[in-house]
């Protein structure tokens, strides 16, 4: 008993200090009475063990110098995901330039340097696996101490998200997933790899409705010795795994099997508690038949997911290839999103989840399907008062970014780059009016097809084009299209030295513009070939501003801060750059109001102005200008400036946006929704116009378009908080507590979370709230209007208007919305507020 | 470990030359009415909290800023009536804010509605879509687990959940559970900790 309790204690001990243990040599020196309590101990360590290795709190606690920010070549921009494996973030590869997916175990995984070895050799061999339906891993090493693997960065929802949310998958839509799938396995198993973890987890829907093969199994499986720990979902395990850690072609079939049974049913064909009841079910041959867990699937269908999940490997099918032919020969010649798109006539309320949890992966398919379902669904639910006025006689471009082909891949910035370089110099035109570059960014990928994406951004035409590097050259081949007929209107190849970039895009925008405008003025032309600056370094790295600045969130645009001072070191001449580094101030300082107004003022003020004195003729100077006067507080100045850049380009949408917003602030609804409506015209996939556009039309009397247009944005992205911060204003405003409490608990913003629960009556949370509102910004920059709200939902008047005239000293923006915003509503009939209001008001007169 | 003991002690900030206010006397003032300490006091406890939550929240449920929320909110709740708060010490405070934050995560699992049920015929799949803790070691050990805990006397439940689930230096273990030196800390633990073994072992039984 003495040894047994030198040995219990012992480990007890090492578990406590967090030291490596042998359980094998442990069990066997243990005596047979003091097996059960190590089989315990055991436990304990595997508690203790995932304690230590917990992520770290978030932003609110971290310490600001303890956030990874470098890892070897990578640039952390974000945490993106984590689990017990580790963290995964975006991340910038600055060897590369490009924005790529990075897992990082954490810095001391408890079997560090056996897995982590096998992760980064699976690592090494899967990034030899090139296929569209398999994620591309670029890398993995260990540097400084950690292991990390870095990969394409994919945007989608797992299957697994998709099936929680919308139920189970149509045969169609499964027979589809299945085929592609196969695609991606005939790529790995070519490869001379395994996956081993397949499941509905481990696959991804893109946005263009790419379908992605995730995470590889990295030797989890060896894990499972013990009964009791699980690791991963061994339901998806071929029963000989269970028995043996042999994998092989045959057991990712089986998986594959599984996914699909699971995608169709929402259950599993063998199912069991934990891996002992699973062993003995398998060995009971214990499952369900696909057709009495669903029995009105198709039974050809039926009977090609039984086989691929045969519990004898012999009986299963040999290879991907020959599942993929049989799931091919039940292909109906619809796809099946056009079947879905059936079903919507009959059932629109059934389709309708299943489209807003997809979103715009499947709105992008049905537009592909035809035209005339576009039509439909864009002015679904919009009635006489569609969000979009009728088109005039002007065609609207859209300028593709230049896709990369041949054996040296163009970084995909430049990809979008070229794009933009077209859309600017085109966007000077009268006769056509461009889709801006932050329309377009999205449709990158390979095997995009420029018609569907025509029609998804109302253009009339499209301007498809490749850009190849072969050393010093570059080749571009174009083809412009008409949207309406798929016709090929103009196609033309140009062979450039890669050093004279900007000579390539003046000869295609003069090109382009000549096809589809008539007659050019002078004026025009002259616009076509502007150059903005002569140095190509300075240029990339504007455009590596610009694609951070068009994410508009903090940490995006201090990094495009960071882009554009780069360029300006490089030319400091280059107007435009100075424009971006403008906005980028104002939109911190007031949008997301993460930086005080008056601390910012001299570097947006001498960006603004520098970019009006180099280039006069610049629409972005001028919103610059707009933007460094309203943060003067001269509306005058202001709307001059709009008004100036709308008349130099007046397909700008950022112009539109920020006018409406003026024009709201002084409560010219009527003009601010025309503004919003030109700015939504423009840009329809912008998140930020569609919600202003929402604000507009609820402002202007239109609830039920208002609450469209809302649904319109979530559907592109589900989690913009701005669009359930308006919602929760339209709540707020109709008294309905509840709903707003709801919608502003989803956009995260704490203050009018507090106002409403404060307005609701609970005084308690909201106290509760307003306390951490005070922890908060001994932290960071709190924004006075952040009280002022809070308190003006408690009633405490003079608390708010301390807050609010501290803002006013403070020359806080959007205390300017004082009348435009519901939550100052209680505020209304003081005294106080009439006269706060009315120095608001000679403040801009002076 | 030595770097997990290093951020550890920042983050409760006990053994700081500058800061040598021990969370004992900072109870008793809060309980004063002292708001600055009350303040000092969560900033301390807060974090590890927060932390750890992240352990016993399911993926589904768990977004990085719902969860310091989560934790912060229940915090604020309980040191509201920290007045009426018997001072036993820091550890008998962690140990019961752990409990509120633990009652607080399975309220919210029950709001959300999704909360998996165990006879479910899916189990495996909805353990896989349990938390860390629940992944790591299964929903059943996991109940056997926390069950245990409970029955463990005060003073042992309290050197387990500092020590093995909030990471607890064992110098600040001792000051926790009030144990003269780190040493003595670290042997109440390792009984504890035996004891709890010994606790599953009979549950099973």
Known sequence: MRASEGLVADLAGAILDGREIDWACAESSAGVEERPILVQLRLLAAVADLHRHLPDSGAAVAQPGEELQQWGPLRVLERIGHGTFGQVYRAWDTRLDREVALKLLPANPPDNDARGTSIIHEGRLLARVRHPNVVTIYGAERIEKRIGLWMELVKGRTLEQVLQESGAFSPAEAIDIGIELCHAMSAVHAAGLLHRDIKAQNVMLTGERRVVLMDFGTGREQDDSSAEILAGTPLYLAPELIRQPDASVRSDIYSIGVLLYHLLTGSYPVRARNLRDLRAAHERRQSTELRAAQPDLPPKLCRIIERAIDPEPARRYDSVASLEGDLAALKPRQTFMAADREADADAPHATRGWRSKVGRWCLLVLLAAGSTTAAIYLRTGSGPNAATPPRGAIPFVAVLPFRSVGPA???????????????????????????????????????????????????????????????????????????????????????????????????????????????????????????HTASLEAYELYLRGQFFWEKRTEANLRIAIGYFEQALQRDNRFAVAYAGLAHCHYVLATSLAVDPPLKVLPALRSAALKAVELDDQLAEAHTAMAGLYSSEWNEHGEEAAYK???????????????????????????????????????????????????????????????????TRTLELDPEFWDAHHTLGLFHLDLSGYADAIAAFEKSGKLASIAHAYARAGDRDRAMSMLRRLELESTRRYVTPLDFAVVYAGLGENDRAFEWLERAFRERVGPLRLLDADVRYAPLRGDAHYVDLQRRIRDAHLR | MAENRADSAKRLGSSDADDPESTFQLIERARAGDAAALDVLFARLAAPLQRWARGRLPQWARDLADTDDLVQDTLLQTFKRIGGFEPRGAGALQAYLRQAVLNRIRDELRRKGRQPDATDVNGIELEAAGSPLEEAIGREALGHYEAALQRLKPDERQAIIARVELGYTYEELAEAVGKPTADAARKAAQRALVRLAEEMKRARE
């Open chain 1, 409 to 531: 891949p163009v970084e995909e910035y430049l990809q979008v780059g070229m794009a933009d370089a077209v859309i600017t110099r085109l966007s000077g035109l009268k006769g056509v009016a461009v889709r801006p570059t932050s329309a377009v960014r999205e449709y990158v990928a390979e095997g995009r097809d420029p018609l569907a994406i025509g029609q998804r951004l109302r253009a009339d035409h499209v301007l498809d084009a490749t850009v190849q590097r072969s050393g010093d050259r570059v080749r571009v081949t174009t083809q412009l299209v008409e949207v309406a007929t798929g016709r090929t209107e103009w196609a033309e190849t140009f062979d450039q030295s890669f050093t004279d970039l900007f000579a390539l895009q003046d000869a295609i925008s003069t090109r382009v513009a000549g096809q589809l405008v008539s007659a050019l003025s002078a004026e025009e032309r002259r616009a076509l070939v502007r150059r």
């Open chain 1, 644 to 710: 100036r850049s709308i008349e130099l380009n007046p397909n700008y949408p950022t112009a539109y946006l920020w006018y409406g917003r003026m024009l709201d602030r002084r409560g010219d609804h009527q003009e601010s929704l025309a503004m919003r409506r030109r700015a939504y015209e423009l840009d329809p996939l912008n998140l930020q116009i569609s919600v202003a556009l929402a604000d507009a039309l609820y402002k202007t009397g239109d609830r039920d378009a208002a609450l469209n247009q809302i």
